[in-house]
Nanobody, 115 residues
Framework: QVHLVESGGGLVQAGGSLRLSCAAS????????MSWYRQAPGKQRELVAM???????NYASSVKGRFTISRDNAENMVYLQMNSLKPEDTAVYYC?????????WGQGTQVTVSS
């Protein structure tokens, strides 16, 4: 079992930036992918960004060009740099670690973007 802990959320004005961090209690090297999801009130959880074991990245169309996902395998960390934030980015952001036989989630961190 690997525990994921997100941090870095908060309140920011539209146009601002935040950097989310996800700390894993175990190695992330073997994970098929590390991802960030988000869930806004009344909406389904959606994939925001993914980085594979090989380093390939994939982004939701709504954040492409504004958000950047990265991973530090040595430190067992995953990051989400969020720039040019919009009010519609307001949500709880969750870190996910997915492998052949596991699917771990963090508890989430709130991001609120004011207009």
């Amino acid at each position: 079992q690997v525990h994921l802990v997100e941090s870095g959320g908060g309140l920011v004005q539209a146009g601002g930036s935040l950097r989310l961090s996800c700390a894993a209690s175990g190695s992330i090297v073997g994970a098929n992918a590390m991802s960030w999801y988000r869930q806004a009130p009344g909406k389904q959880r959606e994939l925001v960004a993914m980085i594979t074991r090989g380093g390939s990245t994939n982004y939701a169309s709504s954040v492409k060009g504004r958000f950047t996902i990265s991973r530090d395998n040595a430190e067992n960390m995953v990051y989400l740099q969020m720039n040019s934030l919009k009010p519609e980015d307001t949500a709880v952001y969750y870190c996910n670690m997915w492998g052949a036989s596991y699917d771990y989630w963090g508890q989430g961190t709130q991001v609120t973007v004011s207009s």
